[in-house]
Structures are given as C-alpha cells and as structure tokens.
C-alpha cells in the first residue's frame, strides 16, 4: 500500500518559490506526480516523473516549476519558482504503475493508485 504526505504549502508573495515535498513508502517503482486544484476549479495535473527519472509538464507550469525525486529519501519533491497568483490552489502528490505523461494522467481520486491529502499554496499578488 502506498501512502503519500504532502509538506511545504503556504503563503508566498508573486515571483518568489516555495518546494514541496511529498514523503511516500513503497513507492520506488512508482510514476510520481504532482496534481493541483484551484478552487472551484477541475483538478489538473502539472508534473510526472517516472522511476527512470524522466519528466513531464504542463505547459502552464513549464519553465517554472521542476520535479524531482530522491528514493533514497522517499522523497519527491516541487520546486515552484516565478510564482503567479493564478498558481494559488491545493497541490497534490500522486503514485500509479501505469503510463507517466501529465498530459494523459486522470487526475480523479480513483483512476491513479494513490493520492495524498493535499497542502495549500497560495500566492499573493
């Protein structure tokens, strides 16, 4: 069983960077990603890494935001940098055994293995 945490949210002013991290057990053959949910928005999906290391984004994010994570450490972590306001939203860590493009990942409670409770960013402007 897969259990994931999600640490680091919080309050930040616009064009500064926050990291988080998930902790996670069991997880090391695992896609990781990192999904996110506006209020009164739909919940998207911003960043996957697979267990080769390789990475997905999504375009809004690009450039900005860098995954990664640490095995070792059961550790995978968000650096976000050049943060927006339009970037204020709960963020969540996720696992799946299935295919690892952001792009393609269905970012519902049931349709990935695991999820994480979630941790509140929020960007002032």
């Known amino acids: 069983q897969v259990q994931l945490a999600e640490s680091g949210g919080g309050l930040v002013q616009a064009g500064g960077s926050l990291r988080l991290s998930c902790t996670a057990s069991g997880y090391s053959r695992y896609c990781l990603a990192w999904f996110r949910q506006a209020p009164g928005n739909e919940r998207e999906g911003i960043a996957s890494?697979?267990?080769?290391?390789?990475?997905t984004y999504a375009d809004s994010v690009k450039g900005r935001f860098t995954i990664s994570r640490d095995d070792a450490k059961n550790g995978l972590y968000l650096q976000m940098n050049s943060l927006k306001p339009e970037d204020t939203a709960t963020y969540y860590c996720?696992?799946?055994?299935?295919?690892?493009?952001?792009?393609?990942?269905?970012?519902?409670?049931?349709?990935?293995?695991?999820w994480g409770q979630g941790t509140l960013v929020t960007v002032s402007s």
């Open positions: 996720a696992a799946d055994l299935s295919g690892c493009d952001i792009a393609t990942m269905i970012p519902l409670p049931g349709a990935l293995n695991a």
């Open positions: 890494i697979g267990s080769d290391g390789s990475t």
